[in-house]
């Protein structure tokens, strides 16, 4: 079966540090891969998402960027994070483009960044 | 733009009792999927379930049944005999790029809590 994992799962950084969050996805191959920003317990943002290695595609400009290295490995960066960089950042992934024919999203637990 | 709108931020329920949460969206496409998600406290977002724009029929997974009203673009969930562990936050979502990108958009939510 197919599993998602998400590290770390809480983190408190200063402004002006480095960021890296990790996604993880086992148990299946080629997967569309998405980090989604919550802010403030509200509604989903989607920032970066990619449908192979090395291709991503932002969605909203930023201070953050992803990285896909291998098929199964998404990674979302900062080199000096901000203030409004903080919220929960959610992983997904999908077998082929998620909402057509009925796909869906998996989600990761999240990742809850609080940056001082 | 293509957009999912849920107008109601916070809503109660008594346990047993039946509540209904909504949502409407705009398209200009013809066959699409939408999709209700929950958000438990936990924090894993899990699919709930989902209607292809197609089918007249409204979808039904046990407890949980959408009125879909497609001429009005208005998707919204019930929930029947609500139980304690159904509080969670409700996304409702749609490929709000058009089927061909790939991506979900997904409302602000709606945080539902059901009472003892």
């Known amino acids: 079966s197919q599993t998602i994992h998400q590290w770390p799962a809480t983190l408190v950084q200063p402004v002006g540090s480095p960021l890296s969050l990790e996604c993880t996805v086992e148990?299946?191959?080629?997967?569309?891969l998405y980090w989604y920003r919550q802010a403030a317990g509200r509604g989903l943002q989607l920032l970066f998402y990619?449908?192979?290695?090395?291709?991503i595609s932002s969605e909203v400009p930023q201070n953050l960027s992803a990285s896909r290295p291998q098929d199964r490995q998404f990674i979302l960066s900062s080199k000096k994070l901000l203030l409004s960089d903080s919220g929960f950042y959610l992983c997904?992934?999908?077998?082929?483009?998620?909402?057509?024919?009925?796909?869906?999203?998996?989600f990761g637990e999240g990742s809850r960044l609080t940056v001082l | 733009a293509q957009t999912v709108t849920q107008s109601q931020p916070e809503m109660s329920v008594q346990e047993a009792e039946t509540v209904t949460l909504s949502c409407t969206y705009d398209?200009?496409?013809?066959?699409?999927?939408l999709f209700w998600y929950k958000q438990p406290p936990s924090r894993q977002m899990i699919l709930v379930i989902r209607?292809?724009?197609?089918?007249?029929q409204n979808a039904t997974e046990n407890r949980f049944s959408v009125n879909f009203q497609k001429a009005a673009k208005s998707f919204s969930l019930k929930i029947s005999d609500s139980q304690l562990g159904d509080t969670a936050m409700y996304f409702c979502?749609?490929?709000?790029?058009?089927?061909?990108?790939?991506?979900?958009?997904f409302g602000q939510g709606t945080i539902l809590t059901v009472h003892p």
């Open positions: 209607q292809e724009a197609y089918k007249q």
């Open positions: 979502a749609f490929p709000g790029g058009g089927t061909s990108y790939g991506k979900l958009t």
């Open positions: 990619s449908v192979g290695i090395g291709q």
């Open positions: 398209t200009s496409e013809n066959n699409y999927y």
């Open positions: 148990g299946t191959s080629n997967p569309n």
């Open positions: 997904a992934w999908s077998l082929g483009l998620a909402g057509a024919r009925g796909r869906e999203l998996f």
